[in-house]
Antibody, heavy 116, light 110 residues
Framework: QVQMQESGPGLVKPSETLSLTCTVSGGSISNYFWSWIRQPPGKGLEWIGYIYYSGSTNYNPSLKSRVTMSVDASKNQFSLRLTSMTAADTAVYYC??????????WGQGTMVTVSS | QTVVTQESSFSVSPGGTVTLTCGLNSGSVSATYYPSWYQQTPGQPPRTLIYNTNARSSGVPDRFSGSILGNKAALTITGAQADDESDYYCVLYMASGIYVFGTGTKVTVL
């Protein structure tokens, strides 16, 4: 049973960079696409982007200038980096496995608050 | 800017049927958008229900079904149960390779 767990700081200061990692267990990160999705408190879901295990990426155009995703297959991990954080980036951040045009497995999510 | 529209809320009686829809602010939704549907309860990650318009995810009861109705994707719950009370989100795949989530529908069972 594949499981995913997000990790990273719960609090980030405005203008700083967020770094999150998703650790995949119970299966290999290879041969799959992996995605990040976020949800501001009380609001809907927003797709941030995805990365293939080989490293190719595709990002939400609205976030593209601030987003970088990377993968470390040796650790079965993939990561999200989001620069120039503002209060509008406060959200629960989910990692998810991306299957046949859908997100078939999800992590539990990690809450990130942007505040000084 | 692409906006994927969903009803804000729906109420259904236990045992009743409800159909949620997923549309585009410009254009029609077809199978080429590979619509998928997710169920979310408070404090939990989304759960995948339907993908590729009408394929049911593993373990999802057959009271959940997906389709294209007119110019929208649709999720139908037949024989609603109390634990179907959740938020439901659709997602569409755009030709540019990006995904757009719908605005979400809150379903109340009472």
């Amino acid at each position: 049973q594949v499981q995913m767990q997000e990790s990273g700081p719960g609090l980030v200061k405005p203008s700083e960079t967020l770094s999150l990692t998703c650790t995949v267990s119970g299966g290999s990160i290879s041969n799959y696409f992996w995605s990040w999705i976020r949800q501001p408190p009380g609001k809907g879901l927003e797709w941030i982007g995805y990365i293939y295990y080989s490293g190719s990426t595709n990002y939400n155009p609205s976030l593209k200038s601030r987003v970088t995703m990377s993968v470390d297959a040796s650790k079965n991990q993939f990561s999200l980096r989001l620069t120039s954080m503002t209060a509008a980036d406060t959200a629960v951040y989910y990692c998810a496995r991306y299957g046949y045009y859908h997100f078939d497995m999800w992590g539990q999510g990690t809450m990130v608050t942007v505040s000084s | 800017q692409t906006v994927v529209t969903q009803e804000s809320s729906f109420s259904v009686s236990p045992g009743g049927t409800v159909t949620l829809t997923c549309g585009l602010n410009s254009g029609s939704v077809s199978a080429t958008y590979y619509p998928s549907w997710y169920q979310q309860t408070p404090g939990q990650p989304p759960r995948t229900l339907i993908y590729n318009t009408n394929a049911r995810s593993s373990g999802v009861p057959d009271r959940f079904s997906g389709s294209i109705l007119g110019n929208k994707a649709a999720l139908t719950i037949t024989g609603a149960q109390a634990d179907d009370e959740s938020d439901y989100y659709c997602v569409l795949y755009m030709a540019s390779g990006i995904y757009v989530f719908g605005t979400g529908t809150k379903v109340t069972v009472l």
